[in-house]
């Protein structure tokens, strides 16, 4: 399971050039927004030394100010942490949210240090008008490698979009970490599990600063 993970975030560095976006004055649909942010983002990264360097901290403080704000953490640990979540008090909720947003948001992190010359191919989007949400269709592709599709599930908020799952070849990112969260809950509950991912996540903060 740790192996499926490991290969479905290293294809999501792509997530990251469509969510690192500046703030829109107007509404934009789902698949415009990610087209647009898309070009600009990639264009930054190519002219930025230090991101394509790797420096950890810089490429965390990027992720913090730019992906967090285009993404629903609470949905998506909601549907990681599956059944177990309705048990969990409101306090609980709020604190497995947290830690699971510090963990990807430290995946992605990596994810974007690999970032390398790919290119991504848009199939139309499928929406009808009030619609709340929506999948935007993606294929990365990289020379030497079989392309990738790539799909992320959004919902809207207000009068934006974000996204709440992503699915690589048809396999929920979230939805991974469920077998996992499932595993922790039964032997040592909610409290167990917030524990764990905030193990976790302390171990890959002393990873990020040794680095």
Known sequence: MLALRTTLLQSLTPLLWTLMAPTF????????LVKGVTAEVIAALRQDPALQGGDA??????VEAKVVPHFDFTRATQIAVGPG?????????EQ?????KTLVIRTYSGALAGYRDQVI???PLRMQP???????????????????VIEYDMEKSG???KVFDIRVAGISLVATYRSAF?????????DGLIELLASKNRQNAKTAAKG
């Open 130 to 148: 009030g619609d709340t949400e929506a999948t935007v269709r993606s294929v990365i592709k990289q020379a030497g490698a079989e392309p990738v």
């Open 159 to 161: 009068t934006s979009w």
């Open 57 to 62: 901290r810089k490429i965390a403080e990027l």
């Open 96 to 100: 497995l949210a947290r830690e699971f």
């Open 121 to 123: 191919e848009f199939r």
């Open 85 to 93: 979540w309705r048990r969990a008090t409101p306090q609980q909720q």
């Open 25 to 32: 004055a107007e509404e934009l649909a789902p698949d415009a």
């Open 182 to 190: 499932a595993e922790e809950l039964r032997n040592r509950g909610i």
